[in-house]
């Protein structure tokens, strides 16, 4: 899924067009900044990473002390936008949430919300459930 690759996608004259570069075409915003022996290393991270803390995309952009027209920019892994599908599985169904959050208002205990909710679900199942059972 992931690659240790770092893939050359671009080279340029000065850092300035290498930053465009990577922010306009690959999505992504400065990170941080390492001054290495004989060059300077700016590393782009997603600029979605908040919103897809899986997204291991990668920019770096290479400015050689000795030739600073000289600019790499190098991408490792791909953006991954997906659902997180553990996410998405632990969390609740949206009425359910709705619930809870309004029994915290009532200040109802842990367990008077369980109670409550075993039988939200069963008018649920009862009424809106896919074996409708209404006698
Ligand atoms: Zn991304």
């Known amino acids: 899924m992931s690659s240790k690759q770092w893939t050359l996608l671009y080279t340029a004259q000065s850092y300035e067009e290498a930053k465009d570069v990577a ?4 999505n992504v915003c400065q990170n941080r900044r390492s001054d290495v022996n004989d ?3 700016f590393s ?3 600029s979605e990473y908040r919103k897809y803390p899986l997204c ?5 952009i290479i400015v050689p002390d000795n030739n600073i027209n000289s600019i790499t920019i190098m991408s490792k892994n791909e953006h991954e936008h997906e659902q997180n599908e553990r996410n998405a599985t632990t969390r609740l169904p949206s009425p359910i949430r709705e619930f809870i959050s309004t029994y915290v208002k009532w200040g109802l205990s842990q367990s008077q919300i369980k109670a ?3 039988i939200n679900s069963v008018i649920e199942y009862i009424f809106f459930g896919d074996h ?3 006698k």
């Open 56 to 60: 291991h995309f990668q920019i770096k």
């Open 44 to 46: 782009f991270k997603c």
């Open 39 to 41: 060059q300077t290393k």
């Open 116 to 118: 409550s909710l075993i």
């Open 23 to 26: 922010k306009s075409r690959f």
């Open 132 to 134: 409708f059972t209404i």
